[in-house]
């Protein structure tokens, strides 16, 4: 079972640890005992030990074969959505990579680490732990977890600064939010912190909507998240599949927008329960039918454009005679992807293509060549080469 920080200590098996300094610490909050050994510097040894009992405990998680709620979750999302998480265990990243085959999934960030998601430092990529980098193949390394201590910081480590950088960015521009199973304890000071300041003024989100499944009463959840809610632009749900992402999966914002907007109803299209994940997948097959056409309008519009781009820095880089930045290697694969009408992976290796790298080298680029450059990034929907954003993301393609 997955400990709380209330029982924590008992089912990781931490007392004999414990017991040698504190008899009464095996009876405690997790939370509390670990912020008392953090402030003492004699107890750094105790610590270590801890930290890697706990992440060996974690490490050793394995997804039930019946759909679990991860699975739900992940097939009700496109992969235009991000699932921000604070949990260390390896469920929700099983639970991706046995789906990740069949249909686009929603991106993750890990808030507090994950033991089962591994970083290059250098090449600024995260994926499974046991696989290697695909840009310089060093073996990835573990990310940090982060542990329940009042202060937080969330800077500290790059990985997890990323990640919370990530979560601003769609946060910025995100219409809907849920909640989900998070309490924010008063230990989270920071995050709450983090997450209200890319959430920004409630006067500026009047139209947006959040939804919260907890089993708090609404009062309890009201004061809770009363920086985030905007009068009566939210709901409460006792469960996952009372959430409008359960009864419009993956046209969840579509569903809200024509109802609450355009005041024409759609009835409910409630992800069913089933104890077979090919009888679940298989009933998303329509609305991935409907996606997939919808894609390949898109791409085949976009393929011109990649050639076009392609074209401009391979005569350039001929000139120069050097050789094609790293991110714009892959765009001749990517053609071939679209060619081949394979476009599972193409959204993660657009997001390879980084204009910044264009920029340092193109430095000598005449200027017509840079206006047609920067039209083809906007028709590509990037960021211009002026917005410096883009560089903070962490790149991933497969977990
Ligand atoms: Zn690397």
């Not at 995260?126 to 696989?131: A, R, W, Y």
């Not at 919260?212 to 009201?222: A, N, S």
């Not at 109803?265 to 056409?293: G, M, T, Y």
């Not at 001749?332 to 060619?339: A, T």
Request: proline residues 5%.
């Amino acid at each position: 079972m997955l400990p709380l920080m209330n029982n924590l200590i008992q089912i990781v098996g931490l007392q004999d640890l414990l017991d040698p300094i504190d008899s009464s610490f095996k009876d405690r909050n997790f939370e509390e005992v670990y912020d008392i050994l953090y402030k003492k510097q004699e107890y750094a040894d105790i610590r270590q030990e801890i930290e890697q009992s706990v992440y060996s405990y974690f490490a050793n998680f394995l997804i039930p074969k019946d759909p679990t709620i991860y699975d739900y979750i992940l097939l009700s999302l496109r992969d235009k959505d991000l699932i921000a998480t604070f949990n260390w265990d390896p469920l929700l990243v099983q639970a991706y990579r046995r789906n990740v085959n069949y249909i686009d999934l929603p991106h993750l960030v890990f808030l507090h680490g994950n033991v089962t998601v591994g970083y290059c430092k250098d090449d600024r990529f995260k994926g499974n732990i046991f696989s290697a980098c695909p840009h310089c193949g060093k073996k990835l390394a573990p990310t940090p977890l982060l542990y329940p201590i009042t202060e937080k910081n969330y800077a500290e480590d790059e990985f997890i600064s990323a990640e919370w950088k990530t979560l601003q960015n769609y946060l910025e521009n995100a219409f809907m939010i849920t909640i989900f199973g998070y309490s924010a304890p008063s230990s989270d000071y920071e995050a709450k912190k983090m997450l209200k300041k890319a959430w920004g003024d409630l006067k500026d989100r009047k139209m947006e909507e959040i939804e919260i499944i907890d089993i708090k009463t609404e009062e309890e959840l009201r004061n809770l998240w009363k920086d985030f809610i905007f009068s009566h632009h939210w709901k409460s749900h006792l469960n996952f599949f009372e959430s409008w992402i359960a009864r419009h999966p993956r046209r969840t914002y579509e569903a809200y927008f024509s109802q609450v907007f355009e005041a024409k109803f759609i009835p409910d299209n409630p992800v069913p329960k089933s104890n077979d994940l090919d009888i679940l997948r298989n009933w998303f097959a329509d609305l991935i039918q409907v996606e997939l056409i919808h894609k390949e309008k898109m791409f085949n519009d976009l393929s011109p454009v990649l050639i076009e781009l392609y074209e401009i820095i391979e005569d350039y880089a001929k000139n120069i005679k050097a050789s094609i930045p790293k991110s714009f290697q892959q765009i001749p694969h990517i053609i071939d992807l679209i060619q081949a009408k394979k476009y599972r992976e193409l959204p993660s290796l657009l997001r390879f293509i980084n204009p910044l790298e264009l920029e340092s080298w193109g430095n000598q680029m005449g200027i017509s060549e840079k206006q047609r450059i920067t039209k083809i990034f906007s028709d590509l929907g990037f960021p211009d080469l002026e917005d410096k954003n883009d560089k903070d993301n962490i790149k991933s393609t497969r977990l």
